[in-house]
């Protein structure tokens, strides 16, 4: 490789990762200081008329269906996140795909700049027989979270060996004309089945919404179903409680305490205090 073609295809990650500083990964649900991979795996399998619609939208407009599963993910990670920048992995290279630009834009305006993106990221890493070992010399060199760059990844070929990928979640999509399906392969030690069906519905749920209204901007999509906005809504309000009003709040911590004496109330690292 000549020099140009190095500082080339080294400046290339700089450029794509520039200040980039976030831990783009879905939070936890448990912890634990160690635990061992419980690898799981939850689907969600789309409807014949939403795979018909989705593959007439990317014909129609020219989009890869990888690109269009990416964006959902980005999407999805930022929503989790509480960020508008994440980076995650595609493919068994675990290319880097930066999702940034997406908060003041149509779905299908996103979705360009993100085709963009990913075929100039295959044409560079598939330019030098040197591409991994100069990602890996900007992550070792240049980038402040080292390691901690990619925590998850976008799998769509059966020969990648996404089990393999030692992260707590992992996304593998299988597509067709008339079948869609989304995998999530993840740490059960880590994330409750509650939340991948979730995160599932959410792919089917952008989709449909993507499908209904081309045009839509990103800010107008909602992750979550009217159903279960509002089962959620109904569940945490419900608090009703009869209470005793002759009872002062003293008297009622009073009896707490008696009834909980041995409860930690108050903790650090070396100490506790019930």
């Not at 879905?26 to 018909?52: A, G, K, L, T």
């Not at 390691?147 to 990648?160: E, Q, Y």
Request: a negative charge; hydrophobic letters at 35%; proline letters at 1%.
């Amino acid at each position: 490789m000549s020099r140009n073609n190095y500082n080339s295809d080294f400046s290339y990650w700089e450029e794509l990762l520039l200040d980039y500083t976030n831990f783009a990964k879905v939070p936890n649900d448990y912890f634990n200081e160690s635990y061992d991979f419980d690898i799981v795996e939850e689907s969600i399998c789309f409807s014949d008329e939403i795979s018909r619609g989705l593959s007439n939208f990317l014909n129609r407009y020219e989009i890869n269906f990888e690109v269009f599963f990416m964006l959902i993910y980005g999407l999805i990670l930022e929503k989790y996140t509480y960020e508008e920048d994440v980076v995650f992995g595609v493919t068994k290279d675990v290319l880097p795909i930066r999702v940034n630009y997406t908060n003041k834009m149509s779905f299908l305006e996103s979705l360009k700049l993100l085709q963009n993106q990913y075929l100039n990221t295959l044409e560079k890493y598939s330019n030098s027989s040197r591409n991994k070992e100069l990602f890996l010399e900007y992550l070792n060199n240049k980038s402040a979270l080292k390691d901690k760059l990619i925590n998850t990844v976008l799998f769509w070929n059966d020969k990648d060996e996404y089990r393999f990928v030692s992260n707590d979640l992992n996304v593998k999509i299988d597509f067709s004309y008339e079948n869609t399906k989304v995998h999530l392969i993840y740490n059960a030690n880590v994330y409750s089945v509650e939340k991948i069906r979730r995160i599932l519905n959410m792919f089917e749920g952008i989709t449909k919404q993507v499908l209904e209204n081309e045009n839509i901007d990103v800010c107008r999509l909602k992750f979550i179903s009217d159903e279960e906005k509002k089962r959620i809504l109904t569940h945490f309000d419900d608090t009703k409680k009869d209470y005793d009003f002759e009872k002062d709040y003293i008297s009622l911590f009073r009896k707490s305490a008696t009834d909980y004496a041995y409860n930690i109330a108050v903790e650090d690292d070396n100490h506790f205090m019930s």
